[in-house]
Every structure is written in structure tokens, then in C-alpha cells.
T-cell receptor
Framework: DVKVTQSSRYLVKRTGEKVFLECVQD?????MFWYRQDPGLGLRLIYF???????EKGDIPEGYSVSREKKERFSLILESASTNQTSMYLC?????????????FGSGTRLTVV | AQSVTQLDSHVSVSEGTPVLLRCNYS??????LFWYVQHPNKGLQLLLK??????LVKGINGFEAEFKKSETSFHLTKPSAHMSDAAEYFC????????FGKGTTLSVSS
């Protein structure tokens, strides 16, 4: 069965810390995505990547960066965590041509910044 | 810009009655549209997708959606609700990436 694995289910970090959220997929998908999910706001796209070393800003990239050094791994980086970044973070992947495919989502990382 | 608007943040139905979750889209060309479901403390699951083939799309668990270009709508329906349908539902449009609506919480009472 295809999988998108997020390394942590729950994380608690302090304000100002640099935070790394890791995502690995085993489907050889070109496309990978990071979303955050907040009650009443749905999922909002932070960053996505079409290929290794490529990245595109989504709707809310401020305060985040990403790294994609290998095809299977897509990391989300919070440069200096703040309390308003407390959220559920979801990683997803897809083959090329998102118009005809849904995404495969990971189980999510619930990050709390204190 | 392409977007979706879910017209109800919360819908409550009784078990055995029809379900209607409303979604309008905004797109400058023929979009690809999806419905996803998320049960409490579970991951996102694809319910169905429209990709310019048949306008009436059937999904899993008895759900279906109809693409209406004239009304720019993609409403999700089910003839008879079941308790297990209680979840959050997201209408989604495909642009460079999937753009999600804010979600509709469906409650089902016995």
C-alpha cells in the first residue's frame, strides 16, 4: 500500500526554536505538498515541490521554508517558531498532472508552540 | 483566481434522511473538482473526483456529486445518511495544487 509518512505525530516546541517537520513518500511521486489545517479554515497550502530542489510558494509561505534534496523526502522548516504556527501540518504527494489525481496524505503532525 | 466556497460550515441531518453539502467554485476554465472526507482523528480520504468526463460523479459510500457549469456548483449528495457519515467534508479545486474549501461538518443524529 502506498504511503506518506510524517515522522512525528505530536510535537511541542518553544517560541523561537527552529523546527523541522519531515515527510517521506514511497510512491516515487514527483509532486509533494505541505498544508496546515486549522478549524474553520480548512487546509491551506504552504509550499509545494514538483521535483528535487524545486519549490513553489503556496498561499501562506510566510515564516516557513522547505527543502527537497531527495525525491522521496520533503521537509518543512519553521525558521523561528511562533505561537500562531500551532496547527496540524499535513504532507501530501501525487504523480504529475494533479488534475486527474487526488493526493495521498500523511497522517499529520500536530505542532504546539509554547 | 480559482477557489471553492462551501456554503455551510455545519449541516445536521437525521439518520436515513438525504444529505446535501453545497459547494460553489470559481474558475476561469473547466476545473477538476474533488470532495474529500475526514473522520474525527483520521486522515483525509478521497470521496470522488470530477475531471471533465460525466457531470454526475459517483463516489464511495453512496455519495455522488453533480458538476453544473451554469451554476458553478459541485454539490455533494447522499440519499440516506448513516451515523458513520458524520465527519468533515472538503470541496477541493485543482490548480497548480489542490485548493481546499473551509470545510463542512456533517452531524448525523439517530
Amino acid at each position: 500500500d502506498v504511503k506518506v509518512t510524517q515522522s512525528s505525530r505530536y510535537l511541542v516546541k518553544r517560541t523561537g526554536e527552529k523546527v523541522f517537520l519531515e515527510c517521506v513518500q514511497d510512491m516515487d511521486h514527483e509532486n509533494m505538498f505541505w498544508y496546515r489545517q486549522d478549524p474553520g479554515l480548512g487546509l491551506r497550502l504552504i509550499y509545494f515541490s514538483y521535483d528535487v530542489k524545486m519549490k513553489e510558494k503556496g498561499d501562506i509561505p510566510e515564516g516557513y521554508s522547505v527543502s527537497r534534496e531527495k525525491k522521496e523526502r520533503f521537509s518543512l522548516i519553521l525558521e523561528s517558531a511562533s505561537t500562531n504556527q500551532t496547527s496540524m501540518y499535513l504532507c501530501a504527494s501525487s504523480p504529475p498532472g494533479t488534475a486527474n489525481y487526488g493526493y495521498t496524505f500523511g497522517s499529520g503532525t500536530r505542532l504546539t508552540v509554547v | 483566481a480559482q477557489s471553492v466556497t462551501q456554503l455551510d460550515s455545519h449541516v445536521s441531518v437525521s439518520e436515513g434522511t438525504p444529505v446535501l453539502l453545497r459547494c460553489n467554485y470559481s474558475s476561469s476554465y473547466s476545473p477538476s473538482l474533488f470532495w474529500y472526507v475526514q473522520h474525527p482523528n483520521k486522515g483525509l480520504q478521497l470521496l470522488l473526483k470530477y475531471t471533465s468526463a460525466a457531470t454526475l460523479v459517483k463516489g464511495i459510500n453512496g455519495f455522488e456529486a453533480e458538476f453544473k457549469k451554469s451554476e458553478t456548483s459541485f454539490h455533494l449528495t447522499k440519499p440516506s445518511a448513516h451515523m458513520s457519515d458524520a465527519a468533515e467534508y472538503f470541496c477541493v479545486v485543482s490548480v497548480a495544487a489542490l485548493i481546499f474549501g473551509k470545510g463542512t461538518t456533517l452531524s448525523v443524529s439517530s
